[in-house]
Nanobody, 123 residues
């Protein structure tokens, strides 16, 4: 069992930055692929970024590539998402998730989800 708690969301102007964090409970954090997803009002939840167990591989959605950076600290059971050059279309609830599947961008491969943190980017 893994429990995830996100933090770091807020209101920021376009072009600004935010750093989201996700704290995980449990002793097996390092064995999970960690992902960030987001869901805007009226839209489906979508993949943002993922990081493998030892941080050896990073995966990004096209919309996040070059602006967002995912990282993890297995000693502290945390995963972070640094978001730069934010745009109004990045406005959404951001969720972190833990899973052991191989389809990094597929929601179905993630077993545990946080409650989400709101990110709002004003124009």
């Amino acid at each position: 069992q893994v429990q995830l708690v996100e933090s770091g969301g807020g209101l920021v102007q376009a072009g600004g930055s935010l750093r989201l964090s996700c704290a995980a409970s449990g002793r097996t954090f390092s064995s999970y692929v960690m992902g960030w997803f987001r869901q805007a009002p009226g839209k489906e939840r979508e993949f943002v970024a993922a990081i493998t167990t030892n941080a050896g591989r990073l995966y990004y959605a096209d919309s996040a590539q070059g602006r967002f950076t995912i990282s993890r600290d297995n000693a502290k059971n945390t995963v972070s998402l640094q978001m730069n050059s934010l745009k109004p279309e990045d406005t959404a609830v951001y969720y972190c998730a833990a899973g052991r599947g191989l389809r990094w961008s597929n929601l179905d491969d993630y077993n545990y989800w946080g409650q989400g943190t709101q990110v709002t980017v004003s124009s």
